[in-house]
């Protein structure tokens, strides 16, 4: 199962493909490690994880060696440590960074985007 994850910052915005056939857990965060780097300070080095379960797609605070981040997140306004991912949320995670979540069957899409991950769909300084 795919899932979209528009990154939008300073940096401009890019949407990241994760596929469970290939991967169940994506980190997300500052460090070079992380499977999707946000390189904006405000952000956590180990900032949160997206793994695949039962069927969905789950997010959740800090990561497997790094408990919850020191910034936390806002899903759809709201502090949570974890939730289920919905078509339309929106995670905040500094207050200049921000995901939003985007399931494949309910956007129409490039077909380039679905197959490169990191694709930016935005221009930095067109937002």
């Known amino acids: 199962m795919k899932l979209f994850i528009v990154v939008t910052g300073a940096e401009g915005e890019r949407r990241e493909v994760l596929d469970s056939a290939t991967q169940l857990v994506w980190n997300v965060g500052r460090h070079t490690s992380n499977h999707i780097q946000i390189p904006d300070l405000m952000v956590s080095r180990y900032q949160c994880r997206i793994l695949h379960n039962d069927g969905g ?66 221009k930095p300084g067109k937002l």
């Open 57 to 122: 797609w789950t997010i959740i605070d800090g990561q497997l060696m790094h408990p919850a981040s020191r910034n936390g997140m806002l899903i759809n306004g709201k502090p949570k440590l974890s939730a289920p991912l919905q078509h339309g949320d929106v995670i905040d995670l500094s207050g200049r960074v921000t995901l939003r979540v985007e399931y494949p069957d309910r956007v129409t899409v490039p077909p380039h985007d679905r197959t490169s991950p990191g694709t930016p769909i935005v």
